[in-house]
């Protein structure tokens, strides 16, 4: 490492990888902000913001709330108290998480509806094609692929704004657990109806009971959940492949001296496939040669990254807190996003060196940004397009800036439930096979070779170490025989940390260093972007059903150990409803009021069976996941 900071400690306080300490020592060198200096600069964050205490909803205020009782105002102007308003500000939450993801499923609706036998976009899984009509009730019987298609896309659609109330809720979803729903109100009337109605009842002079706030941005959240993201997800498997085993590399150092370096930043498949498809064509490859470069280097960064390594073994160049450090680098020739998760200061990073920083949608457009838009008459040649801006930048690229950290590592990844079921032994025909072809996981989960499931998930946050708590947490439950699934920046952080490799199984406890062996995978499970948590969900609906159980009753645990999002919180609040305890690695913002964290720290168990814990020690985190494992498999009348 060439530049470090005076008694560097920033492997302690700042990040475990290497690799964007390196970085950022660069950047510091280089005279580069970073997210970390721009925390240092907001220092002592606002309590009343921290606690969601305070109320912005109308221009009586806004209005805050003391956190004494019974000294300084306990009441806003118009006589919300404490539970009023932060169970109406949580909620708002909810609905901007549901719709971000919602949002981006729609998309994926219209390009479903869009394919064509001649078109830029086409049906790849015909099987899973079929499987996603019979669940829309899309008649197949001697149908033309593409009419099938589009049928279902429409189906799809419905949902988001059912004139009648109707949603098409998954069949892996028991009926159980679609049975408490009912009981509590919980089943969404449609997407966008749960989204708008939140809006509505969080305005001034509505709702003023916190139970019925919550209950609100549960059925909310269970549209994310069930209804957007798993759309997404299937309808994403149809349009581009459903993900199968595969290997790639992961970390910065993924990224090549003598190549023109792109990084694939956001969240919607379309504009990262037609990237990759742009890329490999001669027109590019040739472009790339006659400027000097030895050829094209796509790489991935956040979920986008997700989504082409599942199906093309793109790499994964970082998470969320390295999207500044792999510009800072000096060796990226473009950054290509699209939307989430974006920071404006690529901006400002990215006009440090040669980086074209390139925005292609009108859902994030970003003002110093470069705008060229995915043009859906012709997306093939916008990507061409957006690829030429990015080879012809190349010669620009200035040698004396570039740094590029001597860290990869090897990850195989690509574990949809379709390929978990086809590890056991039995491919997925129906939607009947997945409930009956998942018997040996839960043979394995019975007799106690594995203790249960954990889904370690969610962002970075620089108020957390950079990776610190996913990683402590995922290495402790592994110890314990916990089988790890992952998606999102979560996992990206197991990739950097090698625990993406079959051979990091000896990190685990001997029943699924033995699982791991049999089955040849590796011990944490790489399920996807984060609206494919979804795959999780359908895993744990399906593996409950061959059970004869409720979700609930299962030894599966969710956690979200250094979330940021409102996304991440939407999550967090459907693996709940969906009755998976959830462990947050920091309290969201609902500490000024008792009754809100009653709710969903209590009370949330009654109606749904699962609740959240927060915890921030990674190794109570553990501990606390052990014994509520045990307490589900006694329950069940299994060993522990
Ligand atoms: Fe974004 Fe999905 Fe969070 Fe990562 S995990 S920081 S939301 S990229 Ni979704
Ligand atoms: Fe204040 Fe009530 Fe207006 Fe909120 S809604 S800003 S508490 S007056």
């Not at 402790?476 to 990091?504: F, M, S, Y």
């Not at 593996?543 to 609930?552: E, P």
């Amino acid at each position: 490492m060439n530049n470090t900071c005076d008694n560097c400690e920033c492997e302690k306080n700042i990040s475990i990888d290497p690799s964007t300490v390196e970085m950022l020592h660069k950047a510091k060198k280089d005279g580069v902000e970073t997210t970390w200096d721009r925390l240092g600069t907001q220092k002592n964050q606002c309590g009343f913001g921290v606690s969601g205490g305070c109320c912005r909803i109308c221009t009586m205020g806004p209005c805050r709330i003391s956190p004494i009782p019974g000294k300084g105002a306990q009441l806003g102007v118009c006589g919300a108290d404490a539970n009023v308003i932060v169970s109406r500000n949580f909620a708002r939450m909810i609905a901007a998480g549901t719709a971000s993801h919602s949002d981006h499923a729609r998309t994926i609706c219209y390009d479903l509806y869009d394919t064509g036998e001649d078109k830029d976009l086409t049906v790849t899984d015909t099987e899973k094609l079929n499987r996603v009509a019979s669940r829309f009730n899309v008649p197949t019987e001697g149908r033309d692929s593409y009419d099938i298609a589009h049928d279902v896309a429409k189906a799809g659609l419905n949902n988001y704004g059912s004139i009648f109330n109707e949603v098409d809720l998954p069949p892996s979803l028991p009926d159980q657990r679609v049975e408490r729903w009912k009981k509590h109100d919980l089943i969404p009337k449609a997407i966008d109806k749960e989204i708008v109605s939140i809006l509505h009842s969080s305005h001034i002079g509505c709702t003023a009971d916190a139970e019925d706030m919550i209950k609100s941005a549960f059925r909310c959240s269970i549209g994310d959940g069930w209804l957007g993201s798993y759309m997404a997800t299937e309808f994403t498997d149809v349009l581009f492949g459903t993900p199968k085993e595969r290997s790639t590399e992961a970390n910065l150092g993924v990224l090549e001296e003598n190549q023109v370096n792109i990084v694939m930043h956001g969240h919607e498949p379309t504009l990262s496939e037609m990237i990759v498809r742009a890329a490999d064509s001669k027109e590019i490859q040739d472009l790339a040669k006659s400027v000097g470069a030895e050829g094209i280097n796509i790489c991935g960064m956040c979920c986008t990254a997700h989504e082409v390594s599942m199906r093309h073994g793109i790499k994964l160049a970082g998470n969320f807190l390295q999207q500044e450090m792999a510009i800072v680098t000096g060796a990226v020739e473009a950054m290509i996003v699209d939307v989430q998760c974006i920071m404006p200061s690529l901006v400002k990073v990215a006009s440090c060196y040669h980086t074209k920083f390139i925005t292609t949608t009108p859902k994030a457009k970003i003002s110093g940004s470069i705008y060229m838009e995915l043009d859906e008459h012709n997306r093939l040649e916008s990507a061409k397009a957006i690829l030429r801006e990015a080879v012809l930048n190349y010669p620009k690229r200035d040698r004396s800036k570039v740094q590029i950290p001597n860290l990869k590592t090897e990850a195989t990844l690509g574990y949809s439930v379709e390929e978990i079921i086809n590890k056991l032994g039995k491919p997925v025909e129906t939607l009947q096979d997945k409930i009956t072809n998942i018997a040996p996981l839960a043979e394995v989960v019975a007799n106690g070779t594995i203790k249960g499931v954990a889904a370690i998930v969610g962002c970075n946050n620089p108020r957390d170490v950079h990776n610190k708590n996913h990683i402590a947490i995922m290495e402790g439950l592994l110890k314990n025989d916990i089988l790890v699934v992952t998606t999102g920046c979560a996992a990206h952080a197991a990739a950097k940390r090698d625990l993406l490799r079959k051979e990091a199984k000896s990190v685990a406890g001997p029943g699924i260093q033995a699982v791991c062996e049999l089955l040849d995978i590796p011990p944490v499970l790489h399920m996807g972007s984060c609206v494919d948590i979804s795959r999780i969900m359908d895993l744990t609906g399906i593996l409950a059903q061959n059970i004869g159980v409720d979700i609930c009753d299962l030894p599966v645990v969710g956690l979200a150990p250094e979330y940021m999002s409102e996304k991440a919180i939407t999550i967090g609040m459907y693996v709940v409803a969906s009755g998976i305890d959830t462990w947050l690695g920091s309290m969201p913002p609902i500490g000024a009021s008792p009754q809100v964290v009653d709710i969903l720290t209590n009370k949330a168990e009654e109606w749904v069976g699962a609740k959240f814990f927060v915890e921030t020690d990674p190794h109570h985190t553990v501990e606390q996941i052990v014994k509520r494992v045990n307490e589900k498999r006694t329950a069940l009348g299994l060993t522990l």
